[in-house]
């Protein structure tokens, strides 16, 4: 069964950094484009980040390119997004998402759970 | 690229066809249009890929068209489980943005 299962959200205070995860499991990892799609509560998808399978290729909302890092390690089967300079309108639930493609995007068509990531003082 | 999705809600009864509209600001090709189902505190679930290809298990009540920068979905006859938000998104040029929404409300 493909499973997707992130960790690393919670309570950060503004300015601070966390660490998202995801762990991947049941489909090749390396084939495929990953990415981190968030949700302010009450709101609708907002695009974060991808990567592309080789981890060569990477793609960043304006919102927060320069401050967020994503990161893929094939050899565990997982994806990372660094969180730094965090911002009360960074507070959502961050879901990581498989891409049918390997290189360039074409549909997200497995989601985890998602992982709630909170900014506030 | 932003995406205007309309409407903002659509309120229906069980077996009425629903249709909902995802505009962009440019012109993309069809291959990178897709279509997201959301329940009420549920993941996103991909339901249509390049603009008309339905994802594996999605029903053939669920159907994509569209070119150009005019998408369509359309639920050919409404059931109580469609009810939930509707997102489009593009992946032509990244950042690869979704739309607002649309809420469809089954009555």
């Known amino acids: 069964e493909v499973q997707l299962l992130e960790s690393g959200g919670g309570l950060v205070q503004p300015g601070g950094s966390l660490r998202l995860s995801c762990a991947a499991s049941g489909f090749t990892f390396s084939s495929h484009v990953m990415t981190w799609v968030r949700q302010a509560p009450g709101k609708g998808l907002e695009y974060v980040s991808g990567?592309?399978?080789?981890?060569?290729?990477?793609y960043y909302a304006g919102s927060v390119k320069g401050r967020f890092t994503i990161s893929r390690d094939n050899s565990k089967n997982t994806l990372y997004l660094q969180m730094n300079s965090l911002r009360a309108d960074d507070t959502a639930v961050y879901y990581c998402a498989k891409d049918q493609a390997t290189a360039w995007p074409y549909g997200l068509d497995v989601w985890g759970q998602g992982t709630t990531v909170t900014v506030s003082s | 690229i932003v995406l205007t999705q309309s409407p903002d809600t659509l309120s229906l009864s069980p077996g009425e066809r629903a249709t909902l509209s995802c505009r962009a600001s440019?012109?993309?090709?069809?291959?990178?249009l897709a279509w997201y189902q959301q329940r009420p505190g549920q993941a996103p679930r991909l339901l249509i890929y390049a603009a008309s290809s339905r994802a594996t298990g999605i029903p053939d009540r669920f159907s994509g068209s569209g070119s150009g920068a005019d998408f369509t979905l359309t639920i050919s006859r409404l059931e109580p489980e469609d009810s939930a938000v509707y997102y489009c998104q593009q992946h032509a040029t990244s950042p690869f943005t979704f739309g607002p929404g649309t809420k469809v409300h089954i009555k």
């Open positions: 440019q012109i993309l090709s069809s291959t990178y």
């Open positions: 990567i592309s399978g080789s981890g060569g290729d990477t």
